[in-house]
Each structure stands twice: as structure tokens, then as C-alpha cells.
Antibody
Framework: EVQLVESGGGLVQPGRSLKLSCAASGFTFSNYYMAWVRQAPKKGLEWVAT????????YYPDSVKGRFTISRDNAKSSLYLQMNSLKSEDTATYYC??????????WGQGVMVTVSS | NIVLTQSPATLSVTPGESVSLSCRAS??????IHWYQQKSNESPRLLIK???QSISGIPSRFSGSGSGTDFTLSINRVESEDFSIYYCQQSYSSLYTFGAGTKLELK
């Protein structure tokens, strides 16, 4: 059974940093692209980042490019999201997702990030 | 960016009714659309890929259609467990975007 378990969320002040983690199990992690998708409170879904199987290629929308960094450790079956220069508009639930071809076929339960002073 | 417009924003139905949810793209995207269901306080679940391709484990009452700019998610005979928010997502552009969602609620 595919499982994705996020951790590392919490309350952080604007301008500070936070790193999210996602522990994967139930599939061969190194064979899949992985992604982060977020959802602001009472809002829709927003794709945040994708990383290739080896980690050599990463993709971001303009809203987070230059501030967020996605990475992975295939030996630990883990995915990460380093978030710097956080803004209030980054407040959201962050989902780790398996990125299969062009869609997201499995999602974690999500972790809440609140950016506030 | 490719903008996806979902309509209606809210759809009120009674169990047993059949419904169609719309997703319109701001430009032609072939069949590069995928549908997700999100129940209250849960993470999204993939329902349909590439406009009309079924997903293992998803009930057969869910189906998708369309190409170009207009897409439809159909639910044949809505069941109580189907009351959720439904999102479409495009992958024609590598800058993936989602629609704002359609909430399916009990009338």
C-alpha cells in the first residue's frame, strides 16, 4: 500500500524558513517523480514543485521559484521542501504527492504551514 | 498560464440523480485534463486521467469526456459518498494548474 506521510509543518514568522519532509513507503520511491501541492485555507489546489527520479531536474511555478527548493533522498525514500522567505500567502496545507506522468496519483494526508507574526 | 474555469461553483442534488460537472480551459489542451475528488478534511483522490481514462478502484459511475477546451466529469446516479469538491487539473503546460473546484452538495 502506497503511503506518504508529511511532517515539519507549524507556525513560522514572515521572512523565516521552514523545511517539510515526506516519508514514502509501499512503492519503489526512486522510480517516481514526486511533487508538492498546497491548498490555502478554504481555497483550491496549487502545484508547488516537482522533482525528477534522480533529483537532477526540478520544476516550480513563478509563485515560489527562487524561494522554495524541492529535494529528495532516494536511500531514505524521503522528499523534502525547503521554504525560504516565507510570506503570509504561503499559509496552506502542503501535500506530498506521487507525480506519475502528468498527474498526481497518490497524496499524503497533508501538513499545515501557517505564516504569521 | 492556462486557466481552468469550473462550473457550476456549487451543484445541489439528491442521491440517485445523474450530474455533469464542467471544466473549460483558456486554450486548447487536447485531452491533458485530470479530475480529482476531495472529501471534507481529506486529501484529494485521482478519479480520471487524460480526460476519459478510468482509474483502478474508482467506481464505474464516474466518467470523463471532452477534448480541446471543454471537459466534463459525469457521475451516474450520485451516491451519498460522492458529496465532495471536484477539481480538474491540466498538464498540457508543464506549469500545472487546477480549476477552482465544483462543490457537489446534498439538496
Amino acid at each position: 500500500e502506497v503511503q506518504l506521510v508529511e511532517s515539519g509543518g507549524g507556525l513560522v514568522q514572515p521572512g523565516r524558513s521552514l523545511k517539510l519532509s515526506c516519508a514514502a513507503s509501499g512503492f519503489t520511491f526512486s522510480n517516481y517523480y514526486m511533487a508538492w501541492v498546497r491548498q490555502a485555507p478554504k481555497k483550491g489546489l496549487e502545484w508547488v514543485a516537482t522533482i525528477s527520479t534522480s533529483g537532477s531536474r526540478t520544476y516550480y511555478p513563478d509563485s515560489v521559484k527562487g524561494r522554495f527548493t524541492i529535494s529528495r533522498d532516494n536511500a531514505k525514500s524521503s522528499l523534502y521542501l525547503q521554504m525560504n522567505s516565507l510570506k503570509s500567502e504561503d499559509t496552506a496545507t502542503y501535500y506530498c504527492a506521487r507525480h506519475l506522468y502528468h498527474y498526481f496519483d497518490y497524496w499524503g494526508q497533508g501538513v499545515m504551514v501557517t505564516v504569521s507574526s | 498560464n492556462i486557466v481552468l474555469t469550473q462550473s457550476p461553483a456549487t451543484l445541489s442534488v439528491t442521491p440517485g440523480e445523474s450530474v455533469s460537472l464542467s471544466c473549460r480551459a483558456s486554450q486548447s489542451i487536447s485531452t491533458s485534463i485530470h479530475w480529482y475528488q476531495q472529501k471534507s478534511n481529506e486529501s484529494p483522490r485521482l478519479l480520471i486521467k487524460y480526460a476519459s481514462q478510468s482509474i483502478s478502484g474508482i467506481p464505474s459511475r464516474f466518467s470523463g469526456s471532452g477534448s480541446g477546451t471543454d471537459f466534463t466529469l459525469s457521475i451516474n446516479r450520485v451516491e451519498s459518498e460522492d458529496f465532495s469538491i471536484y477539481y480538474c487539473q491540466q498538464s498540457y503546460s508543464s506549469l500545472y494548474t487546477f480549476g477552482a473546484g465544483t462543490k457537489l452538495e446534498l439538496k
